[in-house]
């Protein structure tokens, strides 16, 4: 069974009709209304009343046409495929993981009462997969919620959830990065487990066309950058990178522009929006990018002692451990399973961490 959301645009609450936008692409594309529905095959009449209507609705054209010399978008046309754009590349690959949780989930068994998890976690792949995994051999039920990396931990701290996911890079001067982690962990009990270790880099067009091989290289080329939210780790981890490259923010062209998840980063690249971004590899290979590695980071799970007795999340820890999860980080370019899940004090655990010299 596949099971598929999908984004509506209304006007009004009146419902666009799904054709609309792509026959104004086909517009863009072809200059040319009749060549417009002979490609997507539509009557003329009805695709010249889906434009009628909607420049109606707003009071505006979207699409221009001349006699004899064919057709073309408006700005506003030309607006409306634009936010298309935008908001496919930030939504659709979240409704796609959450479409095909749901579908798997649908083959599996109901887990047992009193084994469900509450996760809040930065973005990470594996915790999907490993989430579809618990699923369907019905040992708990993970409830898993993406943040930034520091909202994650005043969660825990706070009490609003059993897990936090955090990742901490293994780069020269890292304890400037640990200090905004420190105080989280300050007399509360914590315990934290190595969950898996990731590649992190630029992620960059297909052929890496510009030529990016270190941050700095963006600050020359101009690259069209995304940007991941304040207090996530990546973006904690990138602003440590241009301190260390002696690259200011503002010469960095998009660095204000903001994604939520490495999906949506390489997403807005593979739609020619961006040039780069920085997120994990593995992100950059499932849309077809290049990738640049610059560094490798360790992805921890925390939690207070007490919570890690309880049946769930020792199911959760069992998994974490088991043969089938460590096959699915096989299929996961850029990751590779922890050394040892043992859960360990996390102020000891963070700072005993030898880090290693970046690719940067």
Known sequence: MKIEFGVRWTIEGRELDARLLPLLRAIAARGSLNQAVRELKLSYRHAWGMLGELETALGEPLAALQRGRGARLTALGEQFLAAQDALAARVS????????????????????????????????????????????????????HFQGSLDCLAALSAGRCDFAGFHVPDLPGRNLLLAQYLPLFKGRNLRVVHFVTRQQGLMVAAGNPLGLGRIADLRPSRARFVNRQPGSGTRLAFDHLLAAEGVRPAQIAGYEVEEFTHAAVAATIASGMADAGFGIEAAARRHGLGFVPLMTERYFLAARAATLRRPGPCALLAAVEGAAFREILRDLQGYSAATSTTPQNAAAALAAANPVKSGA
């Open 93 to 144: 690959p979240l409704l796609d993981e959450h479409a095909e949780a749901i579908g798997r989930g649908l083959h599996g068994r109901r887990p047992a009462a009193g084994t469900r998890v509450v996760m809040r976690a930065s973005h990470d792949f594996a915790l999907g997969r490993l989430r579809d995994l618990l699923a369907a051999s019905a040992e708990c039920r993970l409830d898993l």
